[in-house]
């Protein structure tokens, strides 16, 4: 009975030890680098910014060189958005992430007019002086085997350019 209870004990001393040993080799998780990233400045409030671009079916008012027209499904997380493009494509977008506090807001889209396997643009807003504030957008994506790489990317920066040049002159205007 005595051998049985000093087993259990050092069996039990060992899964601890070993348990310890593995977490602490684990390291923290990362985040992923984009595969293309825009960021500027525009003239106006952190809160200014969210203001439009968390109202979903606004997006054809800075982004009109793309976007036709929009409809939208609820608002917030899992909203979802049919973006018209210019150029007769149709583009639906899920909402992935929408954090007012923190000025960040996510999309998904469903079936991107890209050649590639999956499209996400983040949106991150940070205070930036006196009626300023930093707008950086941020595109994962992974281009289809057999797609012209080079002519994707070209493409993809284009949209988040001009999306980030819609925005900042939508600001100046006011």
């Known amino acids: 009975m005595m051998k049985k ?3 259990l004990l050092v069996s039990l001393i060992v899964l601890t030890v070993t348990s310890s040993l593995a977490q602490s080799a ?13 960021e500027g400045v525009v003239n106006a409030t952190a809160d200014e910014l969210w203001a439009l671009i968390s109202v979903l079916d606004k997006v054809d008012e800075y982004n009109s ?7 939208k499904e609820g608002d917030g997380y899992e909203a979802y958005r049919l973006v018209k493009m210019v150029d007769g494509n149709e583009r639906g977008e899920e909402v992935t ?8 807001i996510c999309f998904r889209s469903e079936d991107s007019q890209y050649p590639v396997e999956y499209f996400i643009v983040n949106y991150y807003i940070e205070e930036s002086g006196k009626s300023k504030c930093k707008l950086r957008l941020e595109s994962y994506f992974k281009v289809n085997k057999g797609a012209a790489k080079t002519k994707t990317y070209k ?5 988040l350019s001009t999306t980030l040049k819609g925005i900042q002159t939508y600001f100046s205007k006011k």
């Not at 493409?155 to 949209?159: D, F, G, Q, S």
């Open 97 to 104: 992430v929408f954090a007012k506090s923190a000025k960040r």
């Open 26 to 38: 684990m390291q923290p998780a990362t985040k992923l680098p984009p595969t293309l990233q825009r």
């Open 65 to 71: 060189e793309f976007v036709q027209s929009v409809e």
């Open 5 to 7: 209870h000093i087993l």
């Open 155 to 159: 493409a993809i920066a284009k949209e």
